[in-house]
């Protein structure tokens, strides 16, 4: 009975040394998530307005650009990805895997040869583990991206879009992004969509009524997507990043409060057995006593 309750003792002090680092790890998210919201709030509005602009001039001229125009005949499709650095957030990551994982299935459907950018450390482990061909690779910075960070993802995908892909094997006539869009503190899911060729539905700003307004390009349309597509990419995969972020310390937060809770309820039941395993040795001990004490009785008894 002693060694039972030894053992139980022991896994008390085990779970309460990780209920622990849980807790804190859940205070952690719960603090940064407030910002990555913030960063959410302020980004989604520009990225909004800049795909207005970009649809705008897509919409209202006959200006054929690589960035808008779907190749004829598609050989190759990029698929960037974007998943955590760090594990303990519960099903985030291997959501959005498995989003691309579907999307690069109906992809070859079509006939389309994929290749992989990966942000985070988790997709690239994925893909490493399975030995695949990544393009692109970046980590360090999921939990908090800046807009160097975006901007040096969305240059490595809009080289590889303008490059040809019937000579270059490293061209591709389209990318995909798949993140985590941030909806609530308790809603966030995985999502793919076409970065390029320009797909100008992704806003979610209500669609204009009434008669549309008439544009002016100076010096030329063509002049202003060059230098409106690039902006759109980058501002496009910034936000992606940020809401991937912001789902990520909310799935972290939901995760750690779900083992902090765990571990409450399993140091309650411990705490259960080792009372009872105290209480048994205590009665063995009384029964050892009372037996003793009936011997040395009757012992007494018989001599006299």
Do not use: C
């Not at 519960?90 to 498995?98: D, E, H, L």
């Not at 040809?164 to 992004?177: F, P």
């Not at 009372?290 to 007494?300: Q, R, T, W, Y």
């Amino acid at each position: 009975m002693g060694a039972q309750l030894r053992v139980y003792r022991r896994r008390m002090r085990s779970v309460k040394a990780t209920k622990k680092i849980t807790k804190a790890m859940e205070l952690i998210s719960a603090s940064r998530i407030v910002k990555a919201k913030q960063r959410v709030s302020a980004s989604t509005p520009y990225a909004n307005e800049l795909t207005r602009a970009v649809s705008a001039v897509a919409s209202y001229s006959s200006t054929i650009h690589p960035l808008t125009t779907a190749s004829e005949n598609p050989i190759r499709a990029a698929i960037l990805i974007i998943s955590a650095d760090r594990g303990m957030a519960g099903a985030y990551s291997n959501n959005v895997i498995k989003e691309g994982e579907q999307l690069a299935a109906l992809l070859r459907e079509r006939g389309l040869q994929t290749t992989s950018y990966l942000v985070g450390r988790k997709a690239v482990n994925y893909y490493r583990f399975r030995n695949r061909a990544v393009v692109g690779s970046w980590t360090g910075f999921s939990d908090n991206p800046t807009y160097e960070n975006a901007k040096e993802v969305a240059d490595a995908i809009i080289k590889a879009f303008i490059a040809d892909a019937q000579t270059d094997v490293n061209g591709v006539d389209e990318i995909h992004i798949v993140f985590t869009e941030f909806k609530s503190m308790l809603t966030q899911n995985a999502l793919a969509k076409r970065m390029l060729p320009l797909e100008v539905v992704e806003t979610d700003a209500p669609i204009p009524s009434g008669l549309l307004p008439m544009y002016e390009f100076e010096p030329n349309s063509g002049v202003v997507l060059n230098a409106l597509l690039p902006r759109y990419i980058e501002a496009r995969v910034f936000n992606a990043m940020l809401q991937s972020a912001a789902s990520e310390h909310a799935a972290r937060r939901r995760a750690m409060k779900s083992a902090t809770d765990n571990a409450d309820d399993l140091i309650k039941s411990l705490t259960r057995l080792a009372n009872a395993a105290r209480q048994a040795e205590i009665t063995q001990e009384i029964s050892e006593i009372v037996g003793g004490a009936d011997a040395l009785a009757s012992a007494s008894a018989g001599s006299e």
